[in-house]
């Protein structure tokens, strides 16, 4: 059977009429124990899965999801990686999510896809310009690669770039940003993360926990209760659903995020372009299909529908930049639901509950930290101390008031 993926393995497979090749992941059965469990299998429950295993040698891991593998956010976001933030603590971490991207194809000897296109951020007037000479100095301060230009460059660096109403005054670019393909992300983290011997279990819904005395002692699923004092969440905008569920109520509230994508065309778009005077940011994926973001819907839901307003308002914002794309259709529209934090900054660490650990809060910001996120929420449950990049991320922070707003830093959506 063919485990690692590579050229000549193609090739042999190919003779072979593809007979070789194996499941990427085991689909396990449940045990009656582990020494962890993490609930979600989206990018940020795999990628904790898999360093659980990788760095810190738990192999009696579970990862268990209630639906299948990849099937909430990490299916439905526009797929944008950056470390563009203002404030020390958050850079750090977003970079360090960026550098872990850019090795994961060969660590995990999976393909995702991994273009680093460069993200460009406009401004429109003078209020935009000095926004981003503000967030081009607080990035270089904190080591993290930022180059301004001025309008003429952005024209010319982006040629389809022609707006009307909203002259291009600079752009902000870093270089090092880009895309990658969410479901490979996944996939890559499940395959991985099976290999080192984490039991992989879809169709397996949390309906409780199991608490003695403040320590948690295990879950109860739609597939039995499984036993475990070790107990991390990575749920994204359900996270205050389940966290209910043992008790405890989190400082989040869950919105539905929108999200587009054209028509494919030829390739004509090869970096992202987010207008802060437009509200909409676009890239082109690897089939051609122009990937458009909106908003948040402006009230409190879990609904995964699209919605009319925000299409329109996209449609304009694209429209303006890029009239070229103005005969475009829309080929389909839907929405994540995301977790939204006061000050915009993620929760990563225990909670009031010995051995039950969190990975939230992480608004519309996910995709991007999902190696560093998962990296951090199994260290902190392997060694029940924060790791030195999320020690500003904890909930402790919501009784100190030592919050780090991002939203206001960085004047993008999270």
Known sequence: MTRAYSALALLREGLNAQRGWEPAWRDAEPKRAYDAIVIGGGGHGLATAYYLAKN???ANVALIERGWLGGGNTGRNTTVIRSNYFFPESAAFYDFSVK?????????NYNIMFSQRGMWMLAHDRHGVEMLRRSANAMRLNGVDADLHDGAEVLRRIPQLAPTRFPVLAGLLQPRAGTARHDAVAWAYARGASALGVDVIQNCEVTGFEIESGHVK????????IASDCIGMAVAGHSSVVAA?????????SYALQAFVSEPVKPCLDTVVLSPATGTYLSQSDKGEL????????YLSYALRGSLPWMERAAAGVVEMFPA???LRFLRQW??????VHDSTPIIGQT?????????????????????????????????KPHTLAEAFTLERFRTGGLIDEASASGIAH
């Open 335 to 340: 929405a994540g639901i995301v977790d939204v």
């Open 218 to 225: 295990g879950v109860k699923t739609s597939r039995g209760t």
């Open 291 to 298: 990937v458009i973001g909106a908003g948040l819907d402006l």
């Open 56 to 58: 810190h040698g738990l």
């Open 325 to 327: 794309f103005s005969r």
């Open 352 to 384: 009031p509950i010995d051995g039950l650990y969190i990975n939230c809060g992480w608004g519309t910001g996910g995709f991007k930290a999902i190696p560093a996120g998962g990296w951090c929420l199994a260290h902190a449950m392997a060694t029940g």
């Open 245 to 253: 569920k043992a008790g405890l109520k989190l400082p989040v509230q």
């Open 100 to 108: 872990l991207y850019e090795t994961m194809s060969r660590d995990l």
